[in-house]
């Protein structure tokens, strides 16, 4: 049995959308600057959305392996107070992320990492023009 188009439609075109927001949800938002660092166990990224707008930052920590380590991802400007997420258990062959949503101006940003067994261990700072 051959099923209309408008009915094939109606059915499918929902499920489509759907399955495309899925897909987004866990990406990074578009980027003007970015960077990464290998720490050894895992790999620390910072993502930034364009210069002189509303958009975010997000922190990304990709845990490849060691003993879990507990902290909190963070970002700072140079000279200023970190802006951390909820404190999580990260373990390794998983990926962990928090997006801050701010007005992104010119200058520098860093990604952090803070845990109970290793410190801050940073980034290092990306130039956001």
Do not use: F
């Not at 938002?29 to 930034?48: E, F, M, Q, T, Y």
Request: glycine share 14%.
């Amino acid at each position: 049995m051959r099923v209309p188009r408008s009915a094939w439609l109606r059915r499918y075109l929902p499920l489509g959308a759907a399955l495309t927001g899925l897909l987004t949800l866990g990406t990074s938002p578009a980027h003007a600057a970015d960077k990464c660092v290998n720490l050894g166990n895992g790999r620390l990224c910072v993502a930034i959305t364009p210069v002189n707008q509303q958009g975010a930052i997000q922190v990304t920590y990709t845990k490849t392996g060691g003993p879990a380590v507990y902290g909190h991802l963070a970002w700072q400007v140079p000279g200023g107070d970190d802006h951390v997420s909820p404190d999580i258990s990260m373990t390794a062959g998983h990926t962990y992320y928090h997006t801050w949503p701010t007005w992104v101006g010119p200058g520098y940003v860093e990604g952090v990492i803070w845990t109970d067994r290793y410190g801050r261990l940073p980034t290092g700072y990306v130039k956001v023009t």
